[in-house]
């Protein structure tokens, strides 16, 4: 838990562009917190002696902009895990397909996906579907009830819906997505600690005291029910 006042500095990576701006795979760091400076990549070294927890918090978001704009230059998003996620994130996309429409094996994709997601296509599409349900919730849940915005979605029903809450974010659907709580590509670096950061099942990297596991997600060679 941050202590009351903690103030984040975020950092949001599209779909595949983490683990080579970090300069490691990013399937290394799933489950666990794992400090900025403990990352053992000149990335992580970099940030941890750039980010001091006695950065004011206006000094500490420029700092980490520009940083990152330098790590993304330096290690650009894999390309075939961006491409990846670009078909995934339709309602109606399969996992098992991408790979043939991508022209390599279910094997490279998969390790390609986990080098640079974390994990592989098939829990990268239920992360960005769950993506699209926070970004229709944060809308304000338009256009109807939780059973029909589930079909537009691409969840199977309702229950579907409710169950990929529970695993992904942790909570129920009416404990609500929670802004930060979804399956995000997420870098926090808290103030005053020191650069720390996570990965959580979905993606999400937060900072915080290496106090808590998050989970295991499915196993990414089996398919979630549609």
């Given amino acids: 838990m941050s202590p009351p006042g903690t103030v984040f500095a975020a950092l949001r990576f599209v779909p595949g562009a983490a683990g080579p701006a970090l300069g490691l795979p990013m399937s290394e760091l799933l489950n666990q917190r794992v400090d900025a400076a403990d ?18 918090p206006a000094q500490a978001l420029a700092t980490l902009t520009r940083m990152a704009g330098a790590l993304i230059a330096e290690g650009p998003a894999d390309p075939l895990a961006a491409r990846a996620a670009r078909l995934l994130r339709h309602p109606g996309a399969r996992a098992e397909g991408i790979a043939g429409r991508l022209e390599v094996s279910e094997r490279q994709l998969r390790r390609r996906c986990q080098a640079a997601v974390g994990y592989g296509p098939a829990t990268l599409r239920r992360v960005l579907r769950f993506r699209r349900f926070v970004s229709w919730a944060d809308a304000g849940a338009p256009g109807g009830g939780l059973a029909s915005a ?9 229950a579907h819906l409710t169950r990929e809450c529970a695993r992904l974010a942790g909570v129920g659907r009416t404990g609500g997505p929670g802004r930060g709580r979804g399956p995000l590509a997420i870098l926090i670096l808290p103030l005053p600690w020191s650069a720390m950061i996570r990965r959580a099942p979905g993606g999400l990297i937060r900072g915080g005291p290496p106090r808590h596991r998050w989970p295991a997600p499915t196993d990414d060679r089996k398919e979630v029910p549609p």
């Fill in 150 to 158: 589930a079909a537009r979605l691409g969840y199977a029903d309702q």
């Fill in 39 to 56: 990352l053992g990549t000149g990335p992580g070294t970099e940030l941890a002696r750039a980010l001091p927890g006695t950065l004011a």
